[in-house]
Each structure stands twice: as C-alpha cells, then as structure tokens.
C-alpha cells in the first residue's frame, strides 16, 4: 500500500500544484470553521458589493483591451485575465482584511501576498476563463470562431469569482490576526503536509481514482459529434469523480471505522449534498478546465481516447485525495473544536449567532453540537 501511495504521488504531483488553486473554495464552504467565518450576514453583505464593482470594471477592462490586443487570440486572452484577476484579488483580499497596505506587509508576509496575487489571481483566473470557454464550446459556442462574448464572459465571471474568494481569505485572516483560532487556512499547506507524510492513508484513493477516471472518460467516444461525445465525458467523470470524493471524505473522516459502514449509516439526504458539493461540482470543474487546456492552449483541435482518459484518470484521482483531506480536516476541527452537524451549517440563523464575535471571556460561541444526518 505505500508503494501505491508513492506511485500515486508522483503521478499526481503537477496536477496537484495545478488544481490545488480551487480547494481553498472547497475548505471555505466544507469545513465548519472557515463556513461560519465567510457566511456571517454582515459579511454576505459586504461581499457582494465586493463582487459587483470588480465586475463593473472588468467589464470596462475589455472593452478598452479589445481596441488594443488581438483578444481572439487565446494567450492574449488568458494574459488579461490572469492580470485582471491578479490585481483583482490583492484590492479584495486588502477589504476582507481591514487592514492598512503597511499592516497587511508587515503582518502577513511577502509570502502569503505571493501566493494570493499569483495563485488566488492570476492562475485561478486562467483556469476559470478556460471554464467559460469550455462551457460555452461543449454548447456550440465556439470562442475560435466568434471570440468577442466569450471573451467578455471569460474577463468578468473570473474577475467576480477572484473576488469573492479573495475577499474571504482576507476576512479569514483578519479574524486570525484578531485572536479567532482557525485550524485550516485556505492555502494548502496541511495538504502538501498529508501528501508527503501520510500517503498509505490517501494512495489508495487516488490510485482508485486513476483506474475510474481513465474508464470513465471513454464513455463518449461512441457518439459522433465532438461536442455530444466531450459532454458525455464530462458527465461520467463528474459522476465518478463526485462519487470518489464522497467516498473519500468518510475515509478520512472517520479514520477508526470503514467508510462503507458510514456511507451506509448515513442519510440519502446528506448523501446527495455532499456528493453535489463539493464532489460532482468540482469532478466536472476540472475536467472543464483539463479540456479548455487542450483546446484553447494547445490548440488540439479534438478530443482524443487518450488524452480524454489522461485528463479523466487525472481530475477523479485529484478529487479522491482533496475528498480524503477535507474528510481529515474536519475530523481535526471535530476532535479540537465544537461539532456542527451539516444541517446546522445551512441554517441562516444559527449561523448568524455562532458568527458572532467571541466575547472577552470566551463564552460565547461555545456550543457543542452533535452530528445529524445519520440513521436511526
């Protein structure tokens, strides 16, 4: 089992350092003390304001760039809105985090900025352009050969989403730099410490995950149309990967008990959520952006069973082992903090009181809940 781990780790170390950009947007919503911190009514509030003018502006933004630069050229494209996105994150993360430019340097350190501007920014803006203009291709729609409102959709869906992101890790921040203990920040580093430490925990998964994702991609090749047999594909990884990362989850989860027997114990309801969101979710987001790689950057003009099964061996192998650790996260949060059961994290009230800020004496806030959603 530990050769499998390594096996597994140096097949998926690039796509690792790749697709790693989106978890910190599952951690935000998965993970119980991050949910809380970024959902809070004051801050929802806020956020959209935050989302909303960097729209404007994007959408400013091409209409000048699109008289200066050939925007039909994909390169060019991505160029604009990885830089869009870049600034974009670093004005946004500055209003979550409340803070004066000379505080924030100070306080967080060239490091984090770093990433934030580069990962959060400009490489996640790449790879949510290439989500638009996938899409919009598997629709018929294709950006090679009518680029003008792609291109516009492409600038400011990333613009906003970069955004909202950027504006919760920042909020984050600041409540940790206020004293509101967070056991999981957003930028990967209890990954990279799974992925290098515990890999007989998580190669399993993702060695599961190869063997799925490869099998599954191939389910389009029997239909004629590009567009039809990409689609095809595209659901049968986003099943099996959501699948995969649900199963996953339990594992890492509830470490002491098989993950069948906690699969089987819990309700279909909560099942179909979590398979939902985050599994089938981020399957199909990226395989979306594996594709809009191939076709938009590589310029491949089709889809071939190998590449299709590279791709799909790849993203639901990724989704096994983010399933893996988010489950383990969560089991950290639920062993040194109070347990909030799935149900309770969807409930606008409550969460508008466990939101509050902590008093001087620590009380408030201090509830333990146990889990719901499991069967008699």
């Not at 869009?84 to 924030?104: E, H, K, M, Q």
């Not at 291109?151 to 921040?173: K, L, P, Q, Y």
């Not at 509830?254 to 279909?268: I, N």
Request: proline share 5%; net charge positive; charged share 10%.
């Amino acid at each position: 089992m530990g050769n499998t781990g390594h096996f597994s780790g140096s097949v998926l170390s690039p796509a690792i350092s790749v697709l790693n950009i989106m978890l910190h947007r599952m951690a935000l919503r998965v993970l119980p003390s991050l949910s809380l911190a970024v959902t809070e009514e004051p801050v929802r509030k806020q956020k959209r304001i935050v989302m909303f003018v960097p729209g404007l502006i994007a959408f400013g933004v091409y209409r000048l760039v699109k008289h200066l630069v050939p925007i039909a050229d994909p390169l060019v494209l991505l160029t604009v809105s990885s830089l869009v996105a870049a600034v974009t994150s670093v004005l946004a993360y500055r209003v979550g985090r409340a803070a004066p430019w000379s505080v924030i340097v100070r306080q967080d350190g060239a490091r984090l900025l770093s990433w934030l501007a580069g990962w959060i920014g400009a490489v996640y803006g790449i790879q949510l352009s290439l989500l638009v203009l996938t899409l919009l291709w598997i629709m018929n729609y294709d950006y090679l050969q009518h680029p003008d409102g792609p291109a516009m959709m492409a600038i400011i869906i990333s613009c906003t989403a970069v955004a909202r992101d950027a504006f919760e890790i920042g909020h984050v921040r600041k409540l940790s730099v206020l004293g509101r203990p967070f056991l999981t920040f957003p930028d990967g580093a209890q990954l990279r410490a799974l992925v290098q430490s515990r890999a007989w925990q998580w190669g399993p998964w993702t060695a599961a995950g190869i063997g799925m994702g490869a099998t599954a991609s191939l389910s389009g090749f029997a239909i004629a149309d590009v567009q039809g047999a990409a689609l095809a594909q595209l659901l049968s990884v986003t099943v099996f990967g959501g699948g995969l990362a649900l199963c996953a989850y339990f594992g890492g989860l509830y470490p002491s008990v098989p993950w069948v027997h906690t699969l089987r114990q819990t309700a279909s309801g909560e099942l179909l959520k979590y398979w939902w969101w985050p599994g089938m979710a981020f399957a199909s987001t990226y395989y979306l952006v594996a594709m809009g790689l191939l076709l938009f950057v590589v310029r491949q003009p089709t889809i071939t069973p190998a590449s299709a099964a590279v791709m799909g061996a790849l993203v639901t192998a990724v989704m096994g082992l983010y399933g893996y650790y988010l489950g383990d996260r969560r089991h950290v949060e639920d062993e040194q903090a109070p347990q909030l059961s799935s149900g309770m994290l969807r409930c606008p009230f409550v969460m508008g009181i466990l939101g509050k800020p902590v008093s001087a004496d620590g009380a408030a806030g201090e509830l333990a809940i146990g889990k719901t959603g499991m069967k008699g």
